[in-house]
T-cell receptor
Framework: GAVVSQHPSWVICKSGTSVKIECRSL??????MFWYRQFPKQSLMLMAT?????????EQGVEKDKFLINHASLTLSTLTVTSAHPEDSSFYIC???????????FGDGTRLSIL | AQSVTQPDIHITVSEGASLELRCNYS??????LFWYVQSPGQGLQLLLK??????LVQGIKGFEAEFKRSQSSFNLRKPSVHWSDAAEYFC??????????????FGKGTKLSVKP
């Protein structure tokens, strides 16, 4: 149980395009979803927290206009990297949990490469 | 400030040898404690967690961890390492006790290499 699916697993696109990453909880209702960014050989950095039906809460230094997060249902959250540039290339990982419960369950991540 | 420290960036052990990965946290209160494992290009898999009670917790894949309040530590151990254990290991803590915000803070990770 507690499976989180993230799609796509790898995406390559040209600079200036927008990229959408989906995060789905397959067998539970995720009231809270998290988006992390991981640079090569580094730890995970929390970008934002989203609660279903509410606006996402972004961590300091994360551009909310660049990284659009939507959590419209209890099983789906999306991260859209708008007008992506090479510096946005990274490994993005989502996680999900039922509010008030632990632990977070992680997706397999999305490797984003911007040319 | 709240922080998680994994002092060892890279550890190499021989297959069959024992393993201990260190994790320390700052801040006065006892948080929720987790160990995750990440294979290259993959997401994170939960190995074990500690919320309260018995300070020695058992996890998957033969791992265990011991919480020591006096040392603010939550070290991960395995008595006999297998080649498939080679991966990156992350210690994480949650001081928000599962509240509305995640507040899951990760250590920088320890890369484990296993010699045949």
């Amino acid at each position: 149980g507690a499976v989180v699916s993230q799609h796509p697993s790898w995406v390559i696109c040209k600079s200036g395009t927008s990229v959408k990453i989906e995060c789905r909880s397959l067998d539970f209702q995720a009231t809270t979803m998290f988006w992390y960014r991981q640079f090569p050989k580094q730890s995970l950095m929390l970008m934002a927290t989203s609660n279903e039906g509410s606006k996402a809460t972004y961590e300091q230094g994360v551009e909310k206009d660049k990284f659009l997060i939507n959590h419209a249902s209890l099983t789906l959250s999306t991260l859209t990297v708008t007008s992506a540039h090479p510096e946005d290339s990274s490994f993005y990982i989502c996680s999900a949990r039922v509010q008030g419960e632990q632990p977070q369950h992680f997706g397999d991540g999305t490797r984003l490469s911007i040319l | 400030a709240q922080s998680v420290t994994q002092p060892d960036i890279h550890i190499t052990v021989s297959e069959g040898a024992s393993l201990e990965l260190r994790c320390n946290y700052s801040y006065g209160a006892t948080p929720y404690l987790f160990w995750y494992v990440q294979s290259p290009g993959q997401g994170l898999q939960l190995l074990l967690k500690y919320f309260s009670g018995d300070t020695l917790v058992q996890g998957i894949k033969g791992f265990e961890a011991e919480f020591k309040r006096s040392q603010s530590s939550f070290n991960l151990r395995k008595p006999s390492v297998h080649w498939s254990d080679a991966a990156e290991y992350f210690c994480a803590v949650d001081w928000n006790y599962g509240g509305s915000q995640g507040n899951l803070i990760f250590g920088k990770g320890t890369k484990l290499s296993v010699k045949p």
